[in-house]
C-alpha cells in the first residue's frame, strides 16, 4: 500500500441535502458510525486534513475545519475554502459508507503511476465518473480553482475537468443522497458487521485508521511494523571475509607460510606478495594480494610451505563484497514487522534507522465485582485465574501490554476506563460485551462516541464480542468474559487489530484436516480447542469446561470450524501459545 504520509485530503461534509430533508448527511450512521468518521478513517495516513462545513466540536484537534462561503455552496466552494497545500490532494465527500484507505491508496497510486495526468477520478460500478472522489496533483486543483475566479459558489465538479486525467474503478464509491440508499447501506453494513470471522477480521484490517509513522533504530522497534521497506545501507560483507579458518593465500601453490595470523576485527595491515600464505580467522577481512582462502583439512603444512592436499577440491572459502547482498537491496517489504530475524539484518545492512508503526501498546481490562486476584476468596467471588495470564496471550498476538485493570461493576467505571486509559492504542475488555444487566461496555462506548466497526460476529463462543474506535483513535476490542471464550476470541481478532493499525501483513491461514469436523461443526463458526493426533489430522474438542483454561492444556490451536464441515475438510488453525 502507498504512504499517504504526503498527501492532503479535503472531506466536503456541507451540503444541504435537500433529497434527504435537509439533514446532517456527515452525521447520520450506518453500521455504528458516522459517515463524516467513515471518511476520515479512510483518510488518516495523510499529512493533514481538512473537512469542510459546519464546525464540529468532537472532531480531533488535529482535523482543520473551514466553512465554505456562502455554507451549503456546493463542493467546489468547499474545495476552494480548504485551499491546496500539498503536492498530492485527496477529494472525497462524507456521505460515502463504504469508503476505505485501500480506496484512497488506489487513487493515489493511480496518479502516481500516471506522470502525465493532473487528477485520477474514481470510476463506480455502473462506469460513472465520481468527479468529487479524485486523486489531484495539488498545482494543478490550485490552478483550475484560480481559473474560476473568485466566486466558485454553486460552480459543478466539472468545472474543474482538466485535459489529462485517468480513471480507476474503485470500491467505495457508494453514495447516500436518498433514505432508500441510507437504508440499503445501513442493510450492507449490518451484514459487514454481524459476519463470520473471516469477513469481520476483513473489515477490522481495512476499517482501523492507520498508526503514525515514527522513525526508530531498528533494536528500539521490535514489535513494530515496517512501513517502508527496509533497504541494505551497506553491502555484506562489506569487504571480502574469510568464511573458514585456514590460509589467506596468493597466487598458485605452494606457499611460503608468514608467522603473522589474520584475526577478524584485525588493524594491523597485512598484505601477501604473489606465492605467500598467511593462517586466517573466520570472519577476518582477506588481506591486500590474497586471492582466495583454503580452509585447513584441504592443505598441509611442511618446514614453513603450506600445499594443497592431493585430490582436495579447488574452491574459493571466502565470502566476496556484496555476495549476501549489495547496498540498496530491499532486505523486508513494508507491512513485515520486526522480529529478530528482520531487525538482524537491518544491523547486518547498517541500517541506522527504519520507519515503522506500532508497536501496538494494550491497556488489558478484566472486569466483574465477582473476580478476585489476590488474597482469600470471599463469598460470592471467583478467582481471577484470566487476568495473569490475558497480558501473555496479547504479546502472542504481536502486541505490547502496556497497562492491566480490573475493572468493577459500577455505573461509570467504563466511561471512566475509556476517558483515562489514555496513551495506549488498543484497551482489550474481558467481560460486559452481552447484554446483561452488567454488561455496560456497548453503552459506555455509544456515551464515548465511539464507531462501530464489528457490533458481533457469527461464531460460538465469541459471538458477542465488539470492535469500535474512540474519537482519539484508540481502538477497544470487547471479548467475553468467559475464559475460553476470552482467548479464543483474543486469539482470532487481535491479530486482525494490529494489521489494521499498522498496516502489518496478515499472515497466511494455516490449514489442516479436521478429523472429526462432521461431529463438532454447528449451524456458525465455531472456535474450539484442538490437538493433533497423526497423518497430518488433527481433532477437536467438542466438549470441554469453559470457565478455566485447563482444557487448553496439551492443544496446539484454536480450530475454525465452518458450519457444515465434513470429516477430514481443511479448517483454519490458529496457534497456541506454548
Same mark, same amino acid.
Request: net charge neutral; glycine share 12%; aromatic share 2%.
Given at each position: 500500500?502507498?504512504?499517504?504520509?504526503?498527501?492532503?485530503?479535503?472531506?466536503?461534509?456541507?451540503?444541504?441535502?435537500?433529497?434527504?430533508?435537509?439533514?446532517?448527511?456527515?452525521?447520520?450512521?450506518?453500521?455504528?458510525?458516522?459517515?463524516?468518521?467513515?471518511?476520515?478513517?479512510?483518510?488518516?495516513?495523510?499529512?493533514?486534513?481538512?473537512?469542510?462545513?459546519?464546525?464540529?466540536?468532537?472532531?480531533?484537534?488535529?482535523?482543520?475545519?473551514?466553512?465554505?462561503?456562502?455554507?451549503?455552496?456546493?463542493?467546489?466552494?468547499?474545495?476552494?475554502?480548504?485551499?491546496?497545500? $500539498? +503536492?498530492?490532494?485527496?477529494?472525497?465527500?462524507?456521505?460515502?459508507?463504504?469508503?476505505?484507505?485501500?480506496?484512497?491508496?488506489?487513487?493515489?497510486?493511480?496518479?502516481?503511476?500516471?506522470?502525465? +495526468?493532473?487528477?485520477?477520478?474514481?470510476?463506480?460500478?455502473?462506469?460513472?465518473?465520481?468527479?468529487?472522489?479524485?486523486?489531484?496533483?495539488?498545482?494543478?486543483?490550485?490552478?483550475?480553482?484560480?481559473?474560476?475566479?473568485?466566486?466558485?459558489?454553486?460552480?459543478?465538479?466539472?468545472?474543474?475537468?482538466?485535459?489529462?486525467?485517468?480513471?480507476?474503478?474503485?470500491?467505495?464509491?457508494?453514495?447516500?443522497?436518498?433514505?432508500?440508499?441510507? %437504508?440499503?447501506?445501513?442493510?450492507?453494513?449490518?451484514?459487514?458487521?454481524?459476519?463470520?470471522?473471516?469477513?469481520?477480521?476483513?473489515?477490522?484490517?481495512?476499517?482501523?485508521?492507520?498508526?503514525?509513522?515514527?522513525?526508530?533504530?531498528?533494536?528500539?522497534?521490535?514489535?513494530?511494523?515496517?512501513? %517502508?521497506?527496509?533497504?541494505?545501507?551497506?553491502?555484506?560483507?562489506?569487504?571480502?571475509?574469510?568464511?573458514?579458518?585456514?590460509?589467506?593465500?596468493?597466487?598458485?601453490?605452494?606457499?611460503?607460510?608468514?608467522?603473522?595470523?589474520?584475526?577478524?576485527?584485525?588493524?594491523?595491515?597485512?598484505?601477501?606478495?604473489?606465492?605467500?600464505?598467511?593462517?586466517?580467522?573466520? @570472519?577476518?577481512?582477506?588481506?591486500?594480494?590474497?586471492?582466495t582462502v583454503v580452509r585447513d583439512?584441504?592443505?598441509?603444512?611442511?618446514?614453513?610451505?603450506?600445499?594443497?592436499?592431493?585430490?582436495?577440491?579447488?574452491?574459493?572459502?571466502?565470502?566476496?563484497?556484496? $555476495?549476501?547482498? %549489495?547496498?540498496?537491496?530491499?532486505?523486508?517489504?513494508?507491512?513485515?514487522?520486526?522480529?529478530?530475524?528482520?531487525?538482524?539484518?537491518?544491523?547486518?545492512?547498517?541500517? *541506522?534507522?527504519?520507519?515503522?508503526?506500532?508497536?501496538?501498546?494494550?491497556?488489558?481490562?478484566?472486569?466483574?465485582?465477582?473476580?478476585?486476584?489476590?488474597?482469600?476468596?470471599?463469598?460470592?467471588?471467583?478467582?481471577?485465574?484470566?487476568?495473569?495470564?490475558?497480558?501473555?496471550?496479547?504479546?502472542?498476538?504481536?502486541a505490547a501490554v502496556a497497562g492491566e485493570a480490573?475493572?468493577?461493576?459500577? @455505573?461509570?467505571?467504563?466511561?471512566?476506563?475509556?476517558?483515562?486509559?489514555?496513551?495506549?492504542?488498543?484497551?482489550?475488555?474481558?467481560?460486559?460485551?452481552?447484554?446483561?444487566?452488567?454488561?455496560?461496555?456497548?453503552?459506555?462506548?455509544?456515551?464515548?462516541?465511539?464507531?462501530?466497526?464489528?457490533?458481533?460476529?457469527?461464531?460460538?463462543?465469541?459471538?458477542?464480542?465488539?470492535?469500535?474506535?474512540?474519537?482519539?483513535?484508540?481502538?477497544?476490542?470487547?471479548?467475553?468474559?468467559?475464559?475460553?471464550?476470552?482467548?479464543?476470541?483474543?486469539?482470532?481478532?487481535?491479530?486482525?487489530?494490529?494489521?489494521?493499525?499498522?498496516?502489518?501483513?496478515?499472515?497466511?491461514?494455516? *490449514?489442516?484436516?479436521?478429523?472429526?469436523?462432521?461431529?463438532?461443526? @454447528?449451524?456458525?463458526?465455531?472456535?474450539?480447542?484442538?490437538?493433533?493426533?497423526?497423518? @497430518?489430522?488433527?481433532?477437536?474438542?467438542?466438549?470441554?469446561?469453559?470457565?478455566?483454561?485447563?482444557?487448553?492444556?496439551?492443544?496446539?490451536?484454536?480450530?475454525?470450524?465452518?458450519?457444515?464441515?465434513?470429516?477430514?475438510?481443511?479448517?483454519?488453525?490458529?496457534?497456541?501459545?506454548?
Open positions: 500500500m502507498s504512504s499517504l504520509t504526503d498527501v492532503e485530503a479535503v472531506i466536503v461534509a456541507g451540503g444541504r441535502a435537500t433529497r434527504m430533508g435537509g439533514v446532517d448527511k456527515p452525521a447520520l450512521v450506518v453500521g455504528g458510525r458516522r459517515l463524516l468518521d467513515i471518511a476520515l478513517a479512510a483518510v488518516a495516513g495523510c499529512r493533514r486534513v481538512t473537512v469542510v462545513g459546519p464546525r464540529r466540536d468532537d472532531l480531533a484537534a488535529a482535523v482543520i475545519q473551514v466553512q465554505e462561503r456562502p455554507a451549503g455552496a456546493g463542493p467546489v466552494a468547499a474545495l476552494a475554502a480548504a485551499g491546496v497545500h $500539498e +503536492s498530492v490532494v485527496l477529494t472525497l465527500a462524507a456521505d460515502l459508507p463504504f469508503l476505505t484507505a485501500d480506496t484512497v491508496t488506489a487513487l493515489v497510486e493511480a496518479l502516481r503511476g500516471n506522470t502525465g +495526468s493532473d487528477a485520477a477520478f474514481a470510476i463506480d460500478n455502473s462506469g460513472r465518473i465520481q468527479f468529487l472522489l479524485a486523486a489531484w496533483r495539488g498545482p494543478a486543483l490550485a490552478g483550475h480553482l484560480a481559473a474560476l475566479g473568485s466566486d466558485p459558489a454553486n460552480q459543478p465538479m466539472k468545472a474543474l475537468l482538466p485535459e489529462r486525467y485517468v480513471t480507476v474503478p474503485v470500491a467505495g464509491t457508494a453514495d447516500c443522497d436518498t433514505p432508500q440508499e441510507l %437504508a440499503q447501506a445501513r442493510a450492507a453494513r449490518s451484514e459487514l458487521v454481524a459476519a463470520d470471522p473471516d469477513a469481520a477480521r476483513a473489515e477490522i484490517r481495512k476499517s482501523l485508521p492507520r498508526l503514525p509513522v515514527r522513525t526508530r533504530a531498528p533494536q528500539e522497534a521490535a514489535g513494530a511494523t515496517l512501513a %517502508a521497506p527496509l533497504v541494505a545501507a551497506e553491502a555484506l560483507p562489506r569487504a571480502a571475509v574469510s568464511a573458514m579458518d585456514g590460509y589467506a593465500v596468493a597466487g598458485d601453490g605452494p606457499w611460503l607460510l608468514r608467522t603473522e595470523v589474520h584475526r577478524a576485527g584485525a588493524t594491523q595491515p597485512l598484505g601477501l606478495h604473489d606465492g605467500q600464505a598467511a593462517r586466517i580467522a573466520t @570472519g577476518a577481512y582477506l588481506p591486500p594480494g590474497a586471492t583439512e584441504h592443505v598441509e603444512v611442511t618446514a614453513g610451505t603450506v600445499t594443497r592436499i592431493p585430490g582436495a577440491p579447488v574452491r574459493d572459502d571466502a565470502r566476496r563484497r556484496g $555476495e549476501d547482498w %549489495a547496498p540498496g537491496v530491499e532486505l523486508a517489504a513494508a507491512g513485515v514487522a520486526l522480529g529478530p530475524a528482520v531487525i538482524s539484518a537491518a544491523l547486518s545492512g547498517e541500517v *541506522t534507522a527504519v520507519q515503522v508503526r506500532g508497536p501496538v501498546r494494550v491497556h488489558v481490562v478484566v472486569t466483574g465485582d465477582e473476580i478476585r486476584r489476590d488474597g482469600p476468596l470471599r463469598e460470592g467471588q471467583t478467582r481471577d485465574s484470566l487476568g495473569p495470564v490475558l497480558p501473555g496471550f496479547v504479546q502472542w498476538c504481536g480490573h475493572l468493577r461493576d459500577t @455505573g461509570d467505571g467504563f466511561d471512566r476506563l475509556l476517558g483515562e486509559a489514555t496513551g495506549v492504542d488498543v484497551i482489550v475488555v474481558a467481560g460486559a460485551t452481552g447484554g446483561g444487566a452488567a454488561d455496560q461496555l456497548r453503552s459506555a462506548l455509544a456515551r464515548a462516541g465511539a464507531s462501530l466497526v464489528v457490533e458481533r460476529v457469527r461464531c460460538k463462543p465469541g459471538g458477542s464480542q465488539v470492535t469500535a474506535v474512540l474519537p482519539d483513535g484508540r481502538v477497544v476490542l470487547g471479548l467475553p468474559g468467559n475464559p475460553v471464550a476470552a482467548v479464543a476470541t483474543l486469539l482470532v481478532m487481535l491479530p486482525a487489530v494490529v494489521d489494521g493499525l499498522t498496516g502489518r501483513r496478515p499472515q497466511p491461514l494455516w *490449514t489442516a484436516p479436521l478429523a472429526n469436523a462432521s461431529q463438532v461443526s @454447528g449451524d456458525i463458526t465455531r472456535l474450539l480447542p484442538a490437538r493433533q493426533i497423526g497423518n @497430518g489430522l488433527w481433532l477437536c474438542d467438542n466438549a470441554i469446561r469453559t470457565a478455566h483454561l485447563a482444557g487448553l492444556i496439551g492443544r496446539r490451536a484454536i480450530a475454525l470450524v465452518p458450519p457444515g464441515a465434513a470429516d477430514g475438510d481443511p479448517v483454519e488453525l490458529v496457534p497456541l501459545p506454548q
